[in-house]
């Protein structure tokens, strides 16, 4: 029979891509070429020699008393941070936002995506010092799936037939699915996505096969991680790291970073690099544009349940000036759309400012008001909701911005209000989805239910043709640009502070911070 293989890449370290695709050049790149001298290159990250040991101390705010280590429930910034540090799936993101293997060996579609068949690699250990076998496979995506308590990854899992997994040996497994399935790969890329663990995993005491092992956590505080020296990518040079999120706001934070107290405030707002442009102790790493910050529209309410509403908020933005005014200039101009480094990315969809329409379309609708309640859940994220409502007002609009508490807005907000927004990593195309749009997506903001993107959706996760299905996700991009319920105004770049001695971190493009969070290149000089 035929089959669709996906080897694994040869003499490459973890979550590294072939240099083959570093060669890609696309557009994004070409527009974030000015943006580079506010950091550092990626040469300098790997001209001097690496030394052993030393703890690396990183700064991030978003901390809150509900922090979790659950490989499967990450919510917040912090969170996921925790997750990438503990724990590895059987495919990752590499620097530049492909997929790449990680701790799969080999995963298989056969020719019609009637089953997957996966093998893990034969180095892959756990932090107890047990084998990863195909047993922990099954037992990770049962988890995951459990009808009675379902994670951020139970959609994606959906189409696979759990119940009549066969076992070809101890680290090889073949799963069915129940419709055909082809794109396995893009949805559990994402690190929070589906984090490999054992069959007896207790997220309390929690064992993973990522590169660093547990140490301690103060919820809202901090969390320590030790190096794991059996890691299957290859040991980290630090002996581990601190992460410390008890800071309130990015100042406190880079004012820690400024007397010592950390060595690296991740995510840091895009104002503060110049700041340390002609610093002597610090300097700055910038990703290329890769971070997104939709504004949200609830399509199952009134007035976000008229797309003439939500094409209207998306018309009367000047993203030129949000980009300059809330990134800094750190950004590139995004048209409403996500997945800018996916290769079935539909480039031609250019939205264009429009006041008259946009006016137009809210008289019709007789919208005057609009209340959009956000968090400090990312950095720049209020600026950005204060532009938009300053934007706003030559629509003919009054939008009041209200900011919640990050604990209350996690706990009883997300998800609820009608006009919000929320951060998010870059991501492949089809792997967006099912985290976002589809009926039970965990991080489901907006409601959306559009009979005919489901339905393109649903054929085209089934076509294994790589031509083929572009031409359906072209088509679902398009639904999405004319009346989808995000507004995607830039793509950010991710801005990380750090001292001078912090070395090895390359610049990346998936919106993770230290460099798509490399920290076992990471090294104290």
Known sequence: MDEFRYPPLANEGPFQTSRRSLLKAGAMTAAAAGLVGFGFSDAEAQTATPKKGGTLRVAMTGGTSGDTLDAHNALTQPDTYRVMALYDGL????????????????????????????????????????????????????????????????????????????????????????????????????????????????????????????????????TEFLRFDEYWGGAAHLDGFILQEQFTDNLSAYNALQGGQV?????????????????????????????????????????????????????????????????????????DLYGQYDPSFDSSLVRKQDLDKARFLLKKAGVTDLELTTTDMANGIITMAEVFAQQAVKAGVKVKVTQADNNVYSTNMFTKVPFSQDFYYYSPIMGQAPLSFLPGSFLNETHWADAEYFKVYDEAKGIVDFSKRTEMIHRLQQIEFERGTYIIPAYNCVIDLLAKNVMGLPKARTGYALGNFSLTKAWLA
Request: hydrophobic content about 40%.
């Open 91 to 222: 495919v990752g993101m590499a620097a530049d936002g492909q997929v790449v293997n990680a701790l799969a060996e080999t995963m298989e579609c056969d020719s019609k995506a009637s089953s997957w068949t996966i093998r893990v690699r034969s180095d892959a250990k756990f932090h107890d010092g047990r084998p990863v076998t195909a047993k922990d496979v099954a037992a990770t995506f049962n988890r995951i799936c459990n009808p009675t308590a379902p994670t951020v990854g139970a959609v994606a899992l959906a189409p696979l037939d759990l119940k009549n997994i066969s076992y070809l040996d101890e680290r090889t497994l073949r799963i069915p699915t129940q419709t055909p399935y082809a794109i396995l790969r893009d949805v559990i890329a994402c690190p929070f996505m589906a984090g490999i663990v054992p069959t007896d995993y207790d997220p309390k005491k929690p064992v993973g096969a990522g590169p660093f092992k547990f140490k301690s956590l103060t919820p809202g505080q901090q």
């Open 263 to 335: 060595d690296a405030v991740a995510n840091a707002p895009a104002n503060l690099v110049r700041q340390v442009k002609n610093s002597s102790t610090l300097k700055a790493l910038v990703s290329e544009p890769s971070e997104f910050t939709p504004f949200t529209m609830r399509a199952d309410v009134a007035p976000f349940n008229n797309p003439d509403v939500r094409m209207a908020l998306r018309l009367m933005m000047d993203r030129e000036r949000f980009v300059k005014i809330t990134l800094s200039g750190l950004g590139t101009v995004a048209n």
